[in-house]
């Protein structure tokens, strides 16, 4: 898929987020870039690039203080080869970016993954 198509998914699944996320976002940019780098992996323990399909890097909403002014944005990463790699219909593909970027986000928020596996095993 072409780059820009693909941003284009992810901008939709970002605005299709209830008004009141949108709103709290702050000072945190998504981006989407083809594949990890090797600092990116092992950041998060992985070795196999077609393994991290996003990744939150940041301080979390919850654990900023009232020091937190005058900081670079946080960086929501969505990587397009990862993803397309594991899908084999579009649909699939737009469900796993929209499974991802929300994902992601709500690593923003101050989510971990143990209480994210917790909220899908709740479905």
């Given at each position: 898929m072409e780059h820009n198509k693909f941003e284009e998914l992810v901008v939709a699944v970002i605005s299709g987020l209830p008004a009141e996320f949108q709103e709290?976002?702050?000072?945190?940019?998504?981006?989407?870039?083809d594949w990890p780098t090797r600092t990116q992996l092992?950041?998060?323990?992985l070795?196999?690039?077609d393994d991290l399909l996003g990744l939150y890097e940041g301080t979390p909403r919850t654990n900023r203080g009232q020091n937190y002014n005058l900081v670079l944005p946080d960086k929501i990463t969505i990587f397009q080869k990862p993803l397309e790699s594991q899908c084999k219909s579009l649909n699939e593909l737009r469900q796993?970016?929209?499974?991802?970027?929300?994902h992601e986000i709500a690593h923003y928020f101050g989510i971990?993954?143990?209480?994210?596996?917790?909220?899908e095993n709740d479905r």
């Open positions: 709290l976002m702050d000072n945190v940019d998504i981006i989407v870039e092992r950041a998060v323990g070795r196999n690039k796993e970016i929209a499974n991802t970027v929300k971990d993954d143990e209480r994210l596996r917790e909220i």
